[in-house]
């Protein structure tokens, strides 16, 4: 039932213009939403949660998919229209607007980016002009030879450039060593989690690795409590996912040369649980079944 009714509401997010106020299928998919968690979470690291906000920003930026005046804007109409009917069905805590150290604000700022973004990809432009400076000056802006020239391949890669940037920060501050073997991608994965409790993002972590008969490994990543909790369940079955642990963790079996084959997330009423496939390091992805 649960997954039903994320797939509605994803589609619903889908067919409705950010922009649209007061259209029907937005509040329908509005009043499908799961409300937002009724628990005093760990305030977040304020450095933590810059780098995770600003990092999605950057590699947007990097993409080159839309002017990013035209985003900032959307990104402001669409925070604007969202904030009053996220604050109704808030339970008990009271978000402090502006406040990245709060997750029940980091929940709503981090779905608003998102869901901003997938939109904006969905329409992305191969070229535009940008306004640059106060003075009204354009620049032309094509996207680089580097990014997939298909909307629909933008969504996992900037996945990927936000999960790469996460797990470089985290493995430069904590001496996170390479990892080859799967036993030994999920050690540093335990390493990286702790990085998220650490910094306040999670209120707890566990890392299980099983080895399937056709070579694979999967790696199951839980994290208690995350301070995106609600945002992850909203965008559940959308292209574009705000699951930084998750992010971070694929980054990390890339770079052990693993090959990623798959990602499937679960979700408990506190819980959220990553199942990440992959071939081991050096080996050739099975076939498709």
Known sequence: MARTRAIIVALLLMCVSLSAKGDPLKLLARRLRPKPPAIARSRIDQDFAVLLMRSSYTAAEEMRFVPMDEFQRAFFLNRQDEWQPYLAAVEGLVPKQ?????????DFISFAQYSTLAEEMRNGRLAYRELVGAE???V????PADVPRDNAALPAEHRRRVGDVIFS???ERYDIAPARAPDEIAARARELLEVFRIRGFV???????AQNRDGSATLTCAVGAPATLWSQRVLEGTA???DFEAMAVNALVRQAGATLLSQRTSFSPLDVRHAITFSAPGREAPAAR
């Open 140 to 143: 032309v802006r094509e996207r």
């Open 203 to 209: 209120a707890s972590t566990a890392v299980q690795l």
């Open 169 to 171: 920060w985290a493995s």
């Open 98 to 106: 502006g406040d990245l150290q709060d997750p029940s604000y980091f």
């Open 240 to 242: 574009l996912r705000n």
């Open 136 to 138: 009204g000056e354009q």
